[in-house]
């Protein structure tokens, strides 16, 4: 007797190679943050004092690629999240997605050049203002998913709502990052730190449907 085949087909198999392909890219985008971040070399027999000093060196650079891999960590998860609510694929999923993650797939770029030009105006805007066109592609793949006939059925209305304001969240939070920046270029990227409170804002405006 032929054995059954296991090999999936048909509109669900091409929804997993679409979110297996974006898992692989988010994982080599968030190691290839590191590659920037040089190992100081010195002369053979140097003072250990300065080895410390060429490593306290490299700080800006470690704050860059920390705050990127949680940027990124982040983009994964909401794209995780986002997928785990769909039920059919779509071709027209393909453009969008690849979109995310070629503005993704830049992010190591900016993150060198804010990290390599700290608390400086245009690197730190040009930072910000490329996490805002990534959370706009975001928002926009996050509409798309949620929204039939992509979206699972039974998916809970509330969960849809979260996960679209979760996206909205992370614009605002980069467009407030990129606001201060033109003022107060240090405080750009701590401003990421609004995110959280955007989406609470959001969760909890008036009028929010459910």
Same mark, same amino acid.
């Given at each position: 007797?032929?054995r059954?085949s296991? *090999?999936?087909h048909? @509109? =669900?198999?091409g929804?997993?190679?679409?979110?297996f #392909?974006?898992d692989?890219v /988010?994982?080599?985008v968030?190691?290839?943050l590191v590659?920037?971040i040089?190992a100081p070399?010195?002369r053979?027999?140097?003072?250990?004092?300065d080895?410390?000093?060429a490593l *306290?060196n490299l700080? @800006? =650079?470690?704050?860059?690629?920390?705050?990127?891999? #949680?940027?990124i960590?982040? /983009?994964?998860?909401?794209?995780?999240?986002?997928f785990?609510?769909a039920a059919h694929?779509?071709p027209?999923?393909?453009?969008?997605?690849?979109?995310?993650?070629?503005?993704?797939a830049a992010?190591?770029?900016?993150?060198?050049f804010?990290?390599a030009?700290?608390?400086?105006?245009?690197p730190?805007?040009c930072?910000?203002a490329?996490?805002v066109?990534?959370?706009?592609?975001?928002?926009?793949?996050?509409?798309?998913v949620?929204?039939?006939?992509?979206?699972?059925e039974h998916a809970a209305?509330?969960a849809?709502l979260i996960t679209?304001?979760?996206?909205?969240?992370v614009i605002?939070?980069?467009a407030?990052?990129?606001?201060t920046?033109l003022?107060?270029p240090?405080?750009?990227?701590?401003?990421?730190?609004?995110?959280?409170?955007w989406?609470l804002?959001?969760?909890h405006?008036?009028?929010?449907?459910r």
């Open positions: 007797m032929a059954e296991t *090999v999936a048909g @509109p =669900e198999h929804l997993e190679r679409l979110i #392909f974006s692989a /988010f994982a080599i968030i190691t290839l590659i920037d040089h070399h010195l053979f027999g140097s003072p250990d004092r080895y410390w000093i *306290v700080t @800006p =650079e470690f704050l860059g690629f920390f705050i990127s891999f #949680f940027v960590g982040f /983009f994964w998860a909401g794209h995780h999240r986002t785990s609510l694929y779509s027209r999923l393909l453009f969008p997605n690849l979109m995310l993650l070629a503005s993704v992010m190591p770029f900016f993150t060198a804010a990290s030009n700290p608390s400086m105006r245009v730190i805007f930072y910000c490329w996490l066109v990534a959370a706009v592609l975001n928002r926009r793949l996050q509409t798309l949620t929204s039939p006939p992509i979206v699972d209305a509330e849809i679209r304001d979760r996206g909205t969240a605002l939070g980069a407030t990052g990129m606001v920046s003022f107060v240090v405080l750009g990227q701590i401003m990421l730190c609004t995110i959280p409170l989406r804002a959001l969760q405006r008036p009028g929010r449907k």
